[in-house]
């Protein structure tokens, strides 16, 4: 086996990352996690070819070249700590993978000592009452100047997907997974049934009112086809990287569910434990976060001294 792994071009992209993200498939992981664990997996086997001159291969990696990494990455590069600690994640989910499949006998990360590195933590981002309203009026113009059937339907279907970001807080994955079966919808009241949410657990989310017109509009429309033809969680974010061309305000579908917990705080009076049910978190701490001030708002806070 190491003869065949001499020989190998040492081009990092001659070793494919398939098996690894069939295996992140597997283990209930979304699109996006496992895109980004392959990135930074093909990042590590950059590293790995250009610092030991070496084709890369799972057994060929020691404990010595996950420190180099670590370091190269902190010392060297200077990356966030949210930028090594999703490095640091994604080696660990491939170790393992390479682990149980028998690509290694033993398993360098286990042995390497590598650590997290604490962030400090932030408010997560969200709009503002302003670039919210920007944002929701880019998307009624794409329905109103509609100039043929399918642009018009584009643009409705568009809308009840926002909705459901912004008025239900759902995660990308979430939303993609949806069934019409998933949403009851009625004229004073609604919801939306997630079942299979972050961690594979099942949740359910009242929908405002805004939310209901927007989905009843498309499910008119829609008829008995799939809730939203069958999307991917990348052409949700594409989705949304149009808007943020259109608005000037850019924002992922991630900035709308935090942008519902926020708006919830403040519709609530910030009652915690109704945010926390609401967006499904496990912890409270995880909802306690959207306490946090923002970087305007320490940077009032500091014009007024």
Not at 24 to 29: A, F, M, S
Not at 52 to 72: C, N, W
Not at 119 to 148: C, G, H
Not at 202 to 231: C, K, Q, T, Y
């Amino acid at each position: 086996m190491l003869s065949q792994t001499l020989k190998q071009e040492f081009s990092p992209a001659a070793y494919d990352l398939d098996l690894f993200s069939d295996y992140l498939e597997e283990k209930g992981n979304s699109e996006k996690t496992i895109e980004t664990y392959c990135s930074q997996i093909r990042g590590f086997i950059h590293f790995f070819s250009d610092t030991t001159g070496q084709a890369f291969a799972p057994e060929m990696v020691i404990p010595k070249d996950l420190r180099s990494y670590q370091h190269e990455s902190n010392q060297v590069e200077h990356c966030k700590a949210a930028t090594w600690n999703l490095r640091f994640n994604a080696l660990a989910a491939f170790f393992k993978f390479a682990s149980e499949k028998k690509l290694v006998y033993v398993n360098p990360f286990e042995k390497a000592g590598l650590e997290l590195r604490k962030k400090q933590k932030e408010a997560p981002r969200s709009l503002d009452r302003n670039d919210f309203a920007r944002v929701e009026r880019a998307i009624e113009l794409r329905v109103n100047v509609s100039k043929t059937e399918t642009q018009r339907r584009r643009a409705i279907r568009d809308r009840a997907m926002f909705s459901l970001l912004a008025y239900a807080g759902l995660r990308v994955g979430e939303l993609v997974e949806l069934r019409p079966s998933n949403l009851l919808m009625g004229e004073r009241k609604g919801r939306v049934d997630i079942e299979h949410g972050k961690g594979n657990k099942e949740g359910s989310v009242p929908l405002a009112r805004e939310a209901r017109v927007a989905i009843s509009e498309w499910l008119a429309l829609n008829g008995d086809g799939e809730l939203f033809d069958g999307i991917t969680e990348r052409q949700v974010q594409h989705f949304c990287e149009e808007i943020s061309a259109i608005s000037g305000v850019k924002f992922t579908p991630h900035t709308l569910r935090h942008t519902f917990v926020y708006r919830v705080l403040a519709a609530t009076g910030g009652n915690l434990s109704m945010a926390k049910e609401l967006a499904r978190h496990n912890r409270l701490e995880q909802t306690q976060r959207y306490g946090l001030p923002h970087e305007e708002d320490k940077q009032r806070a500091v014009e007024n001294l």
